[in-house]
């Protein structure tokens, strides 16, 4: 009884090791058995086994055998049945340079440490038969053909040689607007102003020199333009508005300041040009050289010598515009310089790949 249970033990350890071999498939294919030498064919190895299972494929050498090489691989996982069994595919793109009959080994593959083998494969490569009977048909080596260049090989180096062109100019252009850039800043003289009495002097010299009123008996005309003269003098030598004052708050003005110099001259000319002006009086003529005479020395006395020292002052101007413009200019230059740089490095390569 109990043999009879031993040996039914190891029938079924026998089918399970079967059933489970069983479910291992691995297969070697080949493109073509024969070709001629330097050509290329390809070697297909497909491995198909339940999920589950670890698996190492053949891994090639450069070599796959003595004359054969490997030129390429590609591997590919699949899952059929519902994702139950995967299937292995390795592809080899392999040539040979020596003419004979290769018998290529069988591949091995492992699955759970178990190793399987695929079929041998046999592959016969071929030399080029040579036509003994016709060597004078056999041709020795041909001269280097001069061949002219066509307008698409050289038509980027033109382009790349306008834009060159262009790019010169530009940058010559824009040195030359920075280098004339007016300064940005500038120092400027500036001229002091005329002495209050240089130009009341200046202009009762040329009422004296007028003989309009003279001739035309005008005396209202002279007296306007003197006593204009000499209200405008104040206002510049002691800063108050005489233009607009009376003649008793200009002269109550200047005896306010303490300025009291020929003061009874002053009275008289500019009370006599008021009676010209209102009261129709008409002075001598040597009483107007006078009141001309008095203006003068009035003038005179009260002049401020310190303007007549007065030197020419200096102002900095600093021109904003000019300073952008120049920042602009430079920035243009840096941008123009790096782009034309670019340009000629990639003109100079196409000029050396199409000459080399």
């Known amino acids: 009884m109990k043999k009879s249970i031993y040996i039914i033990v190891l029938l079924i350890a026998l089918c399970a090791g079967s059933a489970k071999a069983q479910n291992v498939v691995f297969n070697a294919e080949i493109d073509t058995f024969q070709m001629l030498i330097g050509e290329q064919t390809r070697i297909k190895l497909e491995l198909s086994v339940d999920t589950g299972y670890r698996v190492v494929m053949p891994e090639p050498a450069k070599e796959l055998m003595p004359g054969i090489e490997v030129l390429e ?67 020795g080596p041909k001269d280097v053909w001069e061949v002219e260049l066509t307008w698409e090989e050289y038509r980027d ?10 790019l010169a100019l530009a940058l010559a252009w824009v040195v030359v607007r920075f280098v004339k850039n007016k300064p940005i800043i500038r120092i400027v003289k500036i001229k002091p102003k005329e002495p209050s009495h240089i130009a009341a002097l200046n202009k009762i010299e040329n009422i004296k020199n007028d003989d309009t009123w003279r001739n035309d008996g005008n005396v209202k005309e002279f007296y306007t333009r003197l006593t204009d003269a000499l209200r405008e003098y104040m206002h510049d030598r002691f800063g108050f508005n005489a233009s607009e004052m ?63 020292k007065q030197e020419p002052t200096e102002k900095r101007i600093v021109n904003h515009r000019s300073l952008f413009e120049k920042r602009v200019l430079i920035a243009s230059i840096v941008v123009i310089v790096i782009v034309l740089i670019g340009v000629i490095a990639l003109l100079t390569t196409d000029l050396y790949n199409l000459f080399s």
């Open 157 to 166: 180096a033109v382009h790349l040689g306008i834009i060159v062109l262009f």
């Open 246 to 308: 009376t003649t008793s708050e200009i002269l109550d003005y200047l005896r306010g300041i303490d300025n009291k110099e020929h003061l009874s001259e002053l009275k008289e000319i500019l009370e006599t040009a008021d009676l010209v002006k209102f009261a129709k009086m008409r002075p001598a003529n040597n009483e107007n050289d006078r009141n001309m005479l008095n203006a003068i020395e009035y003038v005179n006395v009260t002049k401020n010598v310190e303007e007549e």
């Open 73 to 139: 691989k590609k591997r590919d996982i699949r899952s059929i049945n519902e994702n139950r069994r995967n299937i292995y595919t390795d592809e080899y793109l392999i040539t040979s340079f020596d003419s004979t009959l290769y018998n290529i080994p069988p591949f091995k593959v492992e699955v759970d440490s178990n190793e399987y083998f695929s079929n041998s494969l046999a592959l016969a490569v071929y030399t080029v038969p040579i036509d003994t009977a016709n060597l004078q048909n056999i041709c």
